[in-house]
């Protein structure tokens, strides 16, 4: 009954490659966002999107692109992976205007 | 876009003291400022939060009070538990459909049993 999960809970991987991470909600919600968290904690926001609209923060490189197959499940690409990108990120999702639950995060790690 | 700063980074208190977590924001616009709670591998978790037409909000143990003037808002937690030991984050957002954070920057609560 877990309400937003992610895909994998760890990612090692080397520098250059591609790589996806996975996320789903089962709570109904019409938004979701991806945030990163780095080594010193601090959470910023990299997308949200709902089913009309894509909001992406102008800091986000162009290799990090979201892709919704659906309204339950926001995954994040990542092309050309580079050390900086080692990081947590955290899927969330939230019905228009209120809470935002966030899954157990991913923890990538490049090499 | 908006900004929003966090103090203190790190805060010690004994069991039973209480904590109090301040933050401020930069965008008159905002008008939703949760608080979340994220233990040691954990996610973030909303422990309360609060809208701009209401100027304080407790539960339980937990209040949060807001200063739309001033723009500052501040997490209150009374009676400190040893299981209160986690890094609480103040965000902020605004209008009424999607929300996404804009979050400070931490701040360590440890309560020493």
């Known amino acids: 009954d877990t309400a937003v999960s992610q895909t994998p809970k760890y990612l090692v991987t080397q520098m250059g490659n591609d790589k996806s991470i996975k996320c789903e909600q089962n709570?109904?919600?019409?938004?979701m966002y991806w945030y990163k968290q780095d080594s010193k904690k601090f959470l910023k926001i990299m997308f949200s999107?709902?089913?009309?609209?894509?909001?992406i923060n102008e800091t986000v490189p162009n290799r990090f692109s979201p892709k919704s197959p659906d309204k339950a499940h926001l995954n994040l690409h990542i092309n050309s992976l580079e050390l900086g990108d080692s990081a947590v990120y955290f899927c969330?999702?939230?019905?228009?205007?209120?809470?935002?639950?966030f899954g157990p995060g991913t923890r990538l790690t490049v090499l | 876009g908006e900004n929003v700063e966090q103090h203190p980074s790190t805060l010690s208190v004994q069991e039973g003291d209480s904590a109090v977590i301040k933050c401020t924001y930069s965008?008159?616009?905002?008008?939703?400022f949760p608080w979340y709670k994220q233990e040691l591998g954990k996610r973030p978790q909303l422990i309360i939060d609060?809208?701009?037409?209401?100027g304080e909000k407790k539960d339980q143990r937990i209040a949060v009070t807001l200063n739309k003037t001033a723009k500052h808002f501040s997490l209150h937690i009374t009676e400190t538990q040893p299981e209160d030991s986690a890094v609480y984050f103040c965000?902020?957002?605004?209008?009424?459909?999607?929300?996404?954070?804009?979050f400070g920057s931490g701040t360590r609560l440890q309560v020493q049993p």
């Open positions: 609060i809208r701009s037409n209401v």
């Open positions: 709570l109904g919600h019409d938004t």
């Open positions: 999107y709902n089913n009309k609209e894509l909001i």
């Open positions: 965008d008159s616009a905002s008008n939703y």
């Open positions: 965000a902020a957002s605004k209008g009424t459909g999607r929300r996404a954070l804009t």
């Open positions: 969330a999702s939230s019905q228009e205007g209120a809470e935002q639950f």
